[in-house]
């Protein structure tokens, strides 16, 4: 069972920069692939990000060059740190996990606005 607790959503300017914390527990291995995903209203959850052992870090079209992933694979943590925020990158972002039998886990969630 593996719990994830996002982290570091809020309000931003158009233009601004936020660092998003995601924080597990339980079996999480450092091989699996660990993601940001996010849903604006009325929009499907898309992938926004990706991060694994033997891919390195995969970003969505939407976000290339805006978004960095990282992950600490010692204390569970992943992190996605945007910058140039767009009024369109308003949603609802989740941490995800997968595990190599394909279980999913997810996090609550957390808001990210972007007045523009």
């Known amino acids: 069972q593996v719990q994830l607790v996002e982290s570091g959503g809020g309000l931003v300017e158009a233009g601004g920069s936020l660092s998003l914390s995601c924080v597990g527990s339980?079996?999480?291995?450092?091989?699996?692939?660990m993601a940001w995903y996010r849903q604006a209203p009325g929009k499907q959850r898309e992938l926004v990000a990706s991060i694994n052992s033997n891919d390195g870090a995969v970003y969505s079209d939407a976000v290339k060059g805006r978004c960095t992933i990282t992950r600490d694979v010692v204390k569970d943590y992943l992190f996605l740190q945007m910058k140039d925020l767009k009024s369109e990158d308003t949603a609802v972002y989740y941490c995800?996990?997968?595990?190599?039998?394909?279980?999913?886990?997810w996090g609550p969630g957390t808001q990210v606005t972007v007045s523009s």
């Open positions: 995800h996990y997968r595990s190599h039998t394909g279980a999913e886990s």
């Open positions: 339980g079996r999480i291995y450092r091989f699996n692939t």
